[in-house]
């Protein structure tokens, strides 16, 4: 009878953590979701909590939250050791990921599903006016802010340095959170930075308030160039005006923010995300301006990995 008793407990126990990682029900009934986001002055942060709001108050039994992280590559292995169940990064990063390319190399995630794109995701090289750089072959002997560790923003920075001929050695780099950067711009503690997020960025706003800055300008045959070597850069103007000073338009490359889950999410739980999300922009229209970029007509552009069963089928129901 001991022996069936403890058989029985370690079902029961193997069970409920199997349900906890997939994000399924406790015991009360409650789902409880993590959300994977980016640094708090980014735009990712602002959106997941959104994201997060919408879905608790439009969802039965929802316990939704949205973490500070380090942003698309951490979020990337966050879903991959099954530590969140959404997340939102570049759809460049996703398509490294599920394919084992790059950083990901030997290291393939297998389980992370499309629900949505979000918005385009600016490449931004800010720098200070009067540090003498009008190009990127200006950033060389520079210092640097490329990004957080572990974040897209650092991945993009190493690409486009890559792309003009530079690399690390050549600037004196500092892995910086978009917030962390902000500061050291204000502080004048370092020259430029790169940041990837969608605009108006809220780091960008607090140094452009203080300090006179700019953003470098990329001409048509460097986006052109940067498309054919990197296809999900795509060419984006940044309007004058986006930030204080800014008086003219600025051309840059863009990636797209996708909303990616936990493979093992059921059906039904994310049948009911996607329907959330789509039936209350407004909720996330007043988080965040970008959030006017979410639309079911862009849902799955630039969406780089396979669509989860309950986000395909809620599209399909709305087609």
Do not use: C, W
């Not at 058989?7 to 993590?34: E, R």
């Not at 706003?205 to 048509?220: E, P, R, Y």
């Amino acid at each position: 009878m001991l022996k069936s008793k403890n058989t029985l407990f370690i079902l029961s126990a193997v069970l409920v953590i199997s349900l906890l990682l997939s994000g399924m029900v406790t015991a009360q009934g409650t789902t409880f979701l993590s959300i994977a986001t980016g640094g708090t002055s980014g735009t990712y942060y602002p959106i997941g909590g959104a994201l997060a709001k919408v879905l608790n108050e439009n969802i039965d039994n929802m316990n939704a939250s949205a973490q500070s992280t380090g942003a698309s590559v951490t979020n990337t292995r966050l879903i991959y050791n099954q530590e969140v169940e959404l997340a939102i990064l570049q759809n460049d990063i996703a398509n490294y990921a599920v394919n084992g390319e790059r950083q990901f190399e030997g290291n393939q995630v297998n389980n992370m599903s499309g629900v949505a794109s979000l918005y385009p995701e600016v490449i931004q090289i800010i720098v200070r006016s009067d540090a003498g750089i009008n190009n990127i072959a200006d950033l060389k002997g520079k210092s640097v802010a490329v990004g957080a560790p572990g974040s897209g923003a650092e991945a993009n920075a190493s690409q486009i340095l890559d792309f003009f001929g530079l690399s690390y050695d050549d600037i004196e780099e500092d892995y910086l959170s978009f917030g962390e950067a902000a500061s050291r711009l204000k502080d004048r503690q370092i020259d430029a930075a790169f940041l990837t997020a969608g605009i108006p960025t809220a780091a960008v706003m607090d140094v452009a308030a203080t300090q006179d800055i700019k953003l470098l300008n990329f001409s048509d045959q460097d986006i052109e160039s940067l498309n054919e070597a990197y296809p999900y850069l795509t060419g984006v103007t940044v309007p004058a005006g986006t930030y204080n000073g800014l008086d003219n338009d600025v051309q840059t490359v863009a990636l797209q923010a996708i909303l990616v889950a936990e493979s093992s999410l059921s059906e039904d739980v994310v049948y009911n995300i996607t329907k959330a999300i789509f039936e209350n922009r407004d909720t996330l229209i007043a988080a965040h301006d970008r959030a006017r970029d979410i639309t079911l007509d862009g849902a799955m552009s630039g969406m780089t990995v396979e669509l989860h069963p309950g986000a395909q089928k809620y599209y399909d129901e709305v087609k």
